[in-house]
T-cell receptor
């Protein structure tokens, strides 16, 4: 059983396109996150949602728009893709906000050409 | 932001050697948590451990052990009798800002050679 799943696993697209990444968790967690991992493996928080409400927006360009239709889903839409958006994007979830361990999805490798 | 520093960028060992990965953190909090994650070559992030600042006892899980030293703000991770399957990037992390956003260290790439 997959706890945190993301689709697609790989995404290759041209500059200027719009794309979405989907995330679902079946753990019953209240909080979900998006992280970006760059080519040097550095991991940085982008967004966090708690019970469908945005609680962290970490100075991410407004071309990135997360959407949480329900507690189990957190999608990431990216407009006007740029070369610098190439990275691995990880979705994660935790039981609640605070200090619970976060469980990560398998990642989506986005390549912008 | 309260940083997490993993000064070792890469470590290379031969199988069966013991290896320690260092993690130093900054904190202004009296209560805090620390985490370790493993990222194998397949790319997923695997949760290893969460420790809170109240518990300074060393933790052991099989070949893995963690040494938490508040006096030096360190939370080091030791793999005993390393195996090739331990080859991965290991991240130390801590929540920050009260909202459970994880601040990650830069990671240490461990290569275990046969």
């Amino acid at each position: 059983d997959t706890a945190v799943s993301q689709t697609p696993k790989y995404l290759v697209t041209q500059m200027g396109n719009d794309k979405s990444i989907k995330c679902e968790q079946n753990l019953g967690h209240d909080t979900m996150y998006w992280y970006k991992q760059d080519s040097k493996k550095f991991l940085k928080i982008m967004f966090s949602y708690n019970n469908k409400e945005l609680i962290i927006n970490e100075t991410v360009p407004n071309r990135f728009s997360p959407k949480s239709p329900d507690k189990a889903h957190l999608n990431l839409h990216i407009n006007s893709l740029e070369l610098g958006d190439s990275a691995v994007y990880f979705c994660a979830s935790s039981l609640s906000g605070g200090t619970d361990e976060q469980f990560f999805g398998p990642g989506t490798r986005l390549t912008v050409l | 932001a309260q940083k997490v520093t993993q000064a070792q960028t890469e470590i290379s060992v031969v199988e069966k050697e013991d290896v320690t990965l260092d993690c130093v953190y900054e904190t202004r909090d009296t209560t805090y948590y620390l985490f370790w994650y493993k990222q194998p070559p397949s790319g997923e992030l695997v949760f290893l451990i969460r420790r809170n600042s109240f518990d300074e006892q060393n933790e052991i899980s099989g070949r893995y052990s963690w040494n938490f030293q508040k006096s030096t703000s360190s939370f080091n991770f030791t793999i005993t009798a390393s195996q090739v399957v331990d080859s991965a990037v290991y991240f130390c992390a801590r929540p920050s800002g009260g909202y459970n956003k994880l601040i990650f260290g830069a990671g240490t790439r461990l290569a275990v050679h046969p």
